[in-house]
């Protein structure tokens, strides 16, 4: 069974930085596609980046350069660094995967897994 937990969620004012981490097992960051997407209120879900079992990585244009998403195979995680944050970027940030070779940022919001969710909130 595929489990996903992020943390890493808070407040932070327009400029600020967050950290997201995501909870999985070493196998399922060994071998699947992982990513982030996030859903603000009213909203559609959007896909924000995404991560293959080679490392190779792909962003939504607008926030590429704003965005890091990577792998800590030493604790197990998956991160999304956010740098200068924007109240746009308010939204439940959540953490997927799929058993693929490789994923457009576009198709994380459809993973067959995903976590519980983060809340992330931009004030300006």
């Known amino acids: 069974q595929v489990q996903l937990v992020e943390s890493g969620g808070g407040s932070v004012q327009a400029g600020g930085s967050l950290r997201l981490s995501c909870a999985a097992s070493?196998?399922?960051?060994?071998?699947?596609?992982m990513g982030w997407f996030r859903q603000a209120p009213g909203k559609e879900r959007e896909g924000v980046a995404a991560i293959d079992k080679n490392r190779n990585t792909n962003y939504e244009p607008s926030l590429k350069g704003r965005f890091t998403i990577s792998k800590d195979h030493a604790k197990k995680i998956l991160v999304l660094q956010m740098t200068s944050l924007k109240p746009d970027d308010t939204a439940v940030y959540y953490c997927a995967a799929e058993d693929c070779a490789y994923s457009s940022y576009v198709r994380v919001p459809l993973f067959g897994y995903r976590g519980r969710g983060t809340q992330v909130t931009v004030s300006s």
């Open positions: 070493e196998y399922i960051l060994d071998r699947y596609c």
